[in-house]
């Protein structure tokens, strides 16, 4: 299959030629692939000979071939919504061309026609095979009500924050970005989807029933559910049968219908803001534990809440990072202090929030049972893996966590900063790393 070498554009939706991104000829060749992949697909017997280093590395670049196939794909999904002249039919063809459901085609289309004339660089990083699909529409679905200056900017922005992120990472980098270029904006929209609030009944086939309330109030969903989750893990003892899933939900029912599914104590929802932006000098999005950004606007109305307590926290003005507690409320504890930095599990991509974590001394390398100096926040799952073999974690003095995998593949996290600019990404080191920093 060919193209021709013309420039041709989609419709009026972007300046970028599709010959820029497609070679003439053959769309994929089997000499195009990378060595190790047309090595395993001519013989899937190579898996057995490679090492755990060489797997981890087979799994990440077939997933950047997947990530480049599908730019390549939601350029003809955008080319085709122009030839359509965006009639929803175009989403009806998707879908039968795909073998998949209207309302996803339709989100996918909608997503292409984002990628193509609002978002190039996030689309020039799934060429890359550094983003794929999935995560990609988590950034169209955070930016889709910014204007077309202010998108640009978070497109931009966005390129360095990306990479190496899980979805839920790169939704709360694009909310956080989308709310900082317009705070304005994202109150507003907070308060329209708050409009749109509801309580809704699905009834299934099987003869039970989904219930949901949809675009509650943030802090109001987040205190209801560490609710339910305070009771279902105080009835979870070692002759319950019932999973803490199943738990939770049986909880929150006895809650809407009698108002005794648990203890009524107090519940504390952690909300980290600046103090900037509490006093209303900028506009930053305050974070709020296990969620994410939320708008400035809505921090500060949270933070005037009657039942709302404060506590200090002093920050490192180099890098942004916890470095005092005060103890104001009441006697200050060391772990405390832990989960105020961590903010969330330590363990890389885990968003648990620090409050419903442990905060453990990470074991040194060898197993000897002692624990180290450095404590951190880990969630019970993340808590185990601690012990299995392969698995080795250590916690510097400054609260980087550095986990290495049983392949050699070395993930670090630093504790989350309050100035977005100076986060950092999760970074990820092969094992031949350090033997070169070490001979430099």
């Not at 510097?396 to 670090?412: E, I, K, L």
Request: charged letters at 25%; a positive charge; one cysteine or more.
């Amino acid at each position: 299959m060919t193209f021709p070498a013309s420039r041709r554009t989609v419709g009026l939706m972007t300046s970028q030629p599709l010959g820029k991104f497609i070679p003439a000829g053959s769309l994929t060749t089997e000499e195009e692939l990378p060595f190790v992949l047309r090595s395993v697909r001519n013989d899937p017997n190579t898996l057995q000979r490679m090492k755990d280093d060489q797997i981890i590395d087979l799994i990440r670049d077939t997933d950047a071939e997947i990530s480049k196939l599908q730019a390549l794909q939601l350029r003809a999904i955008a080319d085709l919504s122009v030839r359509r002249r965006r009639a929803p039919s175009a989403s009806s063809e998707v879908a039968l061309a795909l073998s998949i459901t209207e309302h996803r085609a339709s989100a996918i289309v909608s997503a292409a026609n984002a990628l193509i004339a609002r978002l190039p660089c996030m689309l020039n990083l799934m060429d890359d095979g550094q983003l794929d699909l999935y995560r990609a529409m988590k950034v169209t679905d955070a930016t889709a009500w910014l204007s077309g200056d202010h998108v640009r900017v978070v497109d931009e922005t966005l390129v360095d924050r990306v990479p190496g992120r899980n979805a839920t990472q790169v939704r709360r980098a694009a909310t956080y970005a989308a709310a900082q270029i317009d705070p304005e904006g994202a109150a507003l929209r907070t308060e329209r989807k708050f409009v749109e609030r509801r309580f809704a009944l699905h009834h299934q086939d099987s003869g039970l029933t989904h219930l949901s309330v949809n675009n509650a109030p943030t802090e109001k969903a987040t205190a209801a559910y560490a609710r339910v989750d305070q009771a279902a893990r105080a009835l979870k003892t070692p002759d319950e049968p019932r999973t803490l899933d199943q738990l939770r939900a049986d909880v929150a029912i006895d809650l809407l219908l009698s108002g005794t599914g648990g203890p009524s104590a107090r519940t504390e929802v952690f909300l980290h803001i600046d103090l900037a932006t509490y006093v209303g000098i900028n506009q930053s999005p305050a974070a709020l534990a296990g969620r994410g950004p939320i708008a400035a606007a809505l921090a500060r109305h949270l933070l005037g809440g009657a039942n709302t307590t404060l506590r200090r926290v002093l920050t490192d003005p180099r890098t942004g990072h916890a470095a005092e507690l005060s103890p104001t409320r009441y006697q200050l504890e060391q772990d405390e202090f832990i989960r105020v930095r961590d903010q969330e599990c330590r363990q890389p991509g885990c968003t648990r929030p620090a409050q419903n974590c442990g905060v453990k001394a990470a074991p040194p390398q060898g197993g000897t049972g002692e624990a180290s100096d450095e404590p951190a926040t880990f969630c019970s799952r993340h808590s185990k893996l601690q012990g299995q073999p392969g698995w080795d974690y250590k916690v510097t003095p400054d609260g980087t966590v550095n986990v290495t995998t049983p392949s050699g593949q070395v993930h670090s996290t630093k504790p989350p900063s309050v100035h977005p600019g100076r986060r950092r990404a999760n970074q990820l080191r092969k094992p031949w790393d350090d033997r070169r920093s070490a001979s430099a």
